[in-house]
């Protein structure tokens, strides 16, 4: 039984002066009331919110989530427990099936890991499926289109330890790996594609709901003997209905862009992502990683003849700070977007400090410096 006072609680788009209770791994008040029988822990000053919830993140503090095993994928999602993520859908990048597969089998391993102090949902595959004209950072060596018996044998598997798939809806006929993955409980993520918006119009029906870092390997408007077609990112402004997730380092896109996004789409519809790679949180600046050159510099890994990005070395509470500092959103506007809107999209009973809600809290002073972190009510950094 936990009681935790600050005048800087989150609320949606809100600060409260209250308490918020906690029992049995659950939040059971948020209340002006000073209860007694409570254990009380003192936060005045500092800033009391949700969990942060990262949908799409492949490693950080050294530890990868592909290629790497159970004990690196729990380390990974510990470390990015200390930035404040509570919740977390480690990402598997396209590579070969049976490599991607045994990426699954430890993710899956890692939920109920002894050491692991957070929560971890179930994989994010970014792959194979997708589009090699918009392969990005992904080895398009792997890049195939949809293969059922693969795609099917993992999911009737392994289905409740993953999460979401990203893939290209123009190579998806008729929808059917979409529809698939839907009416199996998993989020199916148009990424990595150069969709048209009639192949975006099949994917909607088939259940698809979320865009993969708007703005990254994502099509836009082309032209044909003069006649033009929507893109994925058109697309998503037009439908209402779609989430989108944006990689908010302040790097992968101008605040301008960021500020731009939230204004068309709706800050209930998007949803900030680290998509960090294994180096994040690291003093590293140089290597290889998945047979790739990089380099680290202006505060984002870039390809070593730095003609694109290569990912993204931010944690969850530098997206806070970008969103604040950068773009001129109050705190809580930007907490929202990694909490609350996620946990409508997973379907998930958190993200929010209210009554009946899971008692993931993060703590944190006015420079976003996390200070403290709960999970279930009980406090592990």
């Not at 392969?135 to 398009?140: E, F, I, R, T």
């Not at 993992?154 to 990203?166: D, H």
């Not at 037009?238 to 790097?251: P, Q, R, S, W």
């Not at 931010?314 to 500092?325: E, N, W």
Request: aromatic content about 8%; proline content about 3%; some cysteine.
């Amino acid at each position: 039984m936990l009681k935790i006072k600050s005048d800087k609680i989150i609320i949606g788009n809100e600060l409260f002066d209250g308490y918020v209770y906690v029992e049995n791994g659950k939040i059971v008040d948020v209340t002006t009331q000073n209860k007694d029988d409570y254990e009380l822990v003192d936060y005045t000053g500092s800033y009391v919110s949700a969990g942060f919830i990262d949908i799409h993140t492949h490693g950080a503090g050294g530890y990868a989530f592909m290629n790497s095993t159970v004990e690196d994928v729990v380390n990974g999602c510990n470390f990015h427990l200390k930035h404040g993520t509570t919740t977390i859908v480690p990402t598997v990048s396209a590579g070969e099936f049976e490599t991607m597969k045994k990426a699954v089998i430890n993710i899956d391993k890692a939920k109920n890991h002894k050491d692991l102090k957070g929560n971890v949902l179930g994989a994010h595959l970014e792959g194979p499926y997708l589009s090699k004209n918009q392969a990005g950072a992904q080895c398009p060596v792997f890049i195939t289109p949809p293969v059922k018996e693969c795609y099917e044998g993992l999911i009737k598997e392994y289905g409740n330890s993953v999460t979401r798939w990203s893939y290209a809806p123009e190579n998806d006929a008729n929808g059917e790996f979409c529809k698939f993955l839907t009416e199996n409980g998993v989020i199916a993520s148009a990424g990595h594609t150069d969709a048209k918006y009639k192949d975006m119009v099949v994917a909607l029906k088939n259940g698809c709901n979320l865009i993969t870092h708007l703005y990254s390997c994502t099509s836009t408007i082309t032209r044909d003997h003069g006649f033009r077609s929507l893109g994925v990112i058109e697309t998503a402004y037009l439908e209402d209905d779609i989430y989108v997730e944006i990689i908010a380092d302040g790097k992968h896109l101008p605040p301008e862009l960021i500020k731009l996004i939230i204004k068309l789409k709706g800050q209930d519809k998007v949803i900030l992502i680290t998509d960090s790679l294994e180096i994040a949180g690291t003093d590293i600046k140089e290597g290889v990683m998945s047979g790739t050159e990089f380099i680290v510099e202006d505060g984002v890994c870039k390809l070593k003849d730095r003609s694109a990005f290569a990912g993204s070395v931010s944690t969850s509470d530098k997206l806070i700070k970008v969103l604040t500092s950068e773009c001129g959103y109050s705190v809580p506007f930007a907490v929202k977007m990694i909490t609350e809107i996620p946990a409508r999209l997973l379907k998930v009973n958190k993200g929010k400090l209210e009554s009946g809600k899971d008692a993931d809290i993060v703590v944190f002073d006015d420079n976003i410096n996390v200070t403290s972190v709960y999970v279930n009510g009980v406090k592990q950094y």
